[in-house]
């Protein structure tokens, strides 16, 4: 964070955000006077600052996801989400209402939206106990549950279709070439030649066991970002699960299978804690209702899209965007230990 703006600050942009014209939509207790603003961290989908005064604290949110995701109406399904999840006692923190009554706020092309402020920390999976690991597991099932009995039943597609491993030979003859030519040259850059060439041999290697379309698990409704640095922790209880940009329909256990390589994986070597892992997975489970044959389908698909994924590769030599670079090391050599235990990974989950 910087240094909290002055209140004459606050009349211009903080962060990129257009603070006081946002903040006018809004019926606020203080006075422009009395609140200071600072920047917090920025995300892949949204930029925000925090706003503090007397009467409490705002987190305000500008949408910067294009792709479909910070449309007026997916923005305003998302709150409504976020609301309905809230009153059915689960860890929300839905946005303020405008003036307008509406939940988001559209200024000079970009939508915005008022949340309040909840204090707490981010804790990795590796930091909970055995109860706490199985408690997120309930969490994100329960989520999955509520999510379904708030919408319409969500018809099955027949095939889902998964990566090509042609088309994915050929991103990684281009992703070779791309940093082969970048200047200057990084040591991050020998590092995804490497890894790279040691993807195409691994692909070699497991491209007859590409899942079949019809093995997927039953799709619902995901939050479809769920990780650490998107819940907040108050001592045990988790407070908010937070950045809901992502809400959409997918495999349901695909999201759980994901989210236990995110919480549970060693941050330099991407190796899971499979005794953590396997708390979680029974918690999640009981609680959604999902079976083991579920599961299992979930991590042989996530397994599959992991080895043929560059994305962040592709941020960095396609689109010239680096900030996902500190992610790569550890999320190539976990992709490379769960080919060697893949057995002990799918038990983990399933038993």
Same mark, same amino acid.
């Given at each position: 964070m910087t240094q909290a703006q002055t209140?004459?600050?606050?009349?211009?942009?903080?962060? !990129?955000?257009p603070v006081a014209g946002v903040l006018e939509r809004y019926d606020l207790p203080d006075a422009y006077p009395e609140l200071t603003v600072e920047r917090v961290s920025q995300g892949l989908l949204n930029r925000g600052v925090r706003i503090s005064g007397p009467h409490g604290g705002y987190f305000l949110k500008q949408y910067l996801d294009d792709a479909g995701h910070a449309s007026g109406a997916a923005i305003a399904a998302q709150h409504r989400a976020i609301a309905a999840l809230r009153d059915r006692g689960l860890p929300t923190?839905?946005?303020? $209402?405008?003036?307008? !009554?509406?939940?988001?706020?559209?200024?000079? !092309?970009?939508?915005?939206?008022?949340?309040?402020?909840?204090?707490g920390s981010h804790r990795t999976g590796r930091s909970l106990d055995r109860e706490e690991c199985t408690a997120l597991g309930t969490l994100l099932g329960r989520i999955h549950a509520t999510l379904a009995e708030l919408h319409p039943p969500v018809p099955q597609p027949r095939s889902l279709p998964s990566a090509d491993p042609t088309q994915t030979e050929r991103t990684i003859a281009d992703?070779?070439?791309?940093? +082969?030519?970048? $200047?200057?040259?990084?040591?991050?850059?020998?590092?995804?030649?490497?890894?790279?060439?040691?993807?195409?041999?691994?692909?070699?290697?497991?491209?007859?066991?590409?899942?079949?379309?019809?093995?997927?698990?039953?799709?619902?409704?995901?939050?479809g970002d769920f990780h650490h640095l998107n819940l907040l922790y108050r001592d045990a209880a988790p407070v908010a699960v937070l950045d809901w940009d992502r809400l959409g329909i997918k495999p349901c256990a695909e999201e759980a299978v994901r989210a236990s390589t995110l919480f549970f994986n060693h941050p330099e070597t991407g190796v899971l804690d499979l005794s953590r892992v396997r708390h979680y997975a029974r918690g999640y489970r009981e609680a959604s209702g999902s079976s083991p044959e579920h599961l299992a389908a979930a991590v042989h698909r996530v397994w599959w899209e992991r080895?043929?994924?560059?994305?962040?590769?592709?941020?960095?030599?396609?689109?010239?965007?680096?900030?996902?670079?500190?992610?790569?090391?550890?999320?190539?050599? +976990?992709?490379?230990?769960?080919?060697?235990?893949?057995? +002990?990974?799918?038990?983990?989950?399933?038993?």
């Open positions: 209140p004459a600050a606050l009349l211009d942009r903080v962060h !990129g955000i923190a839905p946005p303020l $209402t405008a003036r307008d !009554g509406r939940s988001s706020v559209l200024l000079r !092309g970009r939508r915005y939206a008022l949340f309040p402020w909840v204090e992703l070779l070439e791309r940093s +082969q030519l970048r $200047t200057p040259q990084e040591p991050f850059d020998a590092l995804a030649r490497e890894r790279l060439r040691e993807r195409r041999e691994l692909l070699a290697d497991y491209r007859h066991r590409r899942p079949q379309p019809d093995a997927a698990p039953p799709s619902g409704w995901v939050h080895l043929n994924d560059f994305w962040i590769l592709r941020w960095r030599y396609q689109r010239r965007d680096e900030r996902a670079d500190p992610l790569f090391p550890a999320a190539a050599a +976990q992709l490379v230990w769960w080919c060697e235990e893949y057995e +002990q990974v799918l038990d983990a989950c399933v038993n």
